[in-house]
């Protein structure tokens, strides 16, 4: 299975200021066929499921805020909040869908 | 709006089964197949197996060594997903999923805990 790994496992981030959060693969997600990355970025926040944000590496989903911004390729992906707002605390986890589904072990965001 | 909605917490003994529902709503029930995972505490999300509500095909993780079994009902607009032979460490939060074949997950169900526990 191809591993995801996600740094760092939390981060302290002041209200308005960019978040960063990095997760590598053990083996490329980048489809040489397709030429898509097989790479998604979930949101969770406690007691809830998991929310999709992004998906294909850099497409957010319907109603995500343009702060959340997804990038990388192959194996080194990286998820950006511009401007963290409150509602943004959460645990964020990165996903390949390029073989069996693996994910992350999740970054904590707190402010 | 695509709404999922699983059947309510279990708590189980060791060697008994547990059969999650998985009602869904909001778009053709064979537009997206149904992924199912798994969180257990401290512990990743786990990818456990997927239906497809049109074929009928399924695939399940190897982990599960044939412990698993999905079904899905069109006519109901429902999936399912039993697990046998539970053992303390099947003790998780079981969410079903929705989503475009070999892709990500798009819409959630809201959970199911499953206790397994003597």
């Known amino acids: 299975d191809i591993v995801m790994t996600q740094s760092p496992d939390s981060l302290a981030v002041s209200l308005g200021e960019r978040a960063t959060i990095n997760c590598k693969s053990s083996r490329s997600v980048l489809s040489p066929s397709t030429n898509k990355n097989y790479f998604a970025w979930y949101q969770q926040k406690p007691g809830q499921p998991p929310k999709l944000l992004i998906y294909g590496a850099s497409t957010r989903d319907s109603g995500v805020p343009d702060r959340f911004s997804g990038s990388g390729s192959e194996t080194d992906f990286t998820l950006v909040i511009s401007s963290l707002q409150a509602d943004d605390v959460a645990l964020y986890f990165c996903?390949?869908?390029?073989?069996?589904?693996?994910f992350g072990q999740g970054t904590k965001v707190e402010i | 709006q695509v709404q999922l909605v699983q059947s309510g917490a279990e708590v189980k003994k060791p060697g008994a089964s547990v059969k999650i529902s998985c009602k869904t709503s909001?778009?053709?029930?064979?537009?997206?197949?149904t992924q199912w995972a798994r969180q257990a505490p401290g512990q990743r999300l786990e990818w456990m197996g997927l239906i497809d509500p049109g074929s009928g095909v399924t695939r399940s993780s190897p982990m599960f060594q044939d412990r698993l079994i999905f079904a899905s009902d069109s006519s109901a607009g429902t999936d399912s997903m039993e697990l046998s032979g539970l053992k303390s460490e099947d003790t998780a939060i079981y969410y079903c999923t929705k989503g475009p074949l070999g892709g990500w997950f798009h819409y959630w169900g809201q959970g199911t805990l499953v206790t397994v526990s003597s």
């Open positions: 996903q390949q869908y390029y073989s069996t589904p693996t």
């Open positions: 909001g778009y053709t029930f064979t537009s997206y197949i």
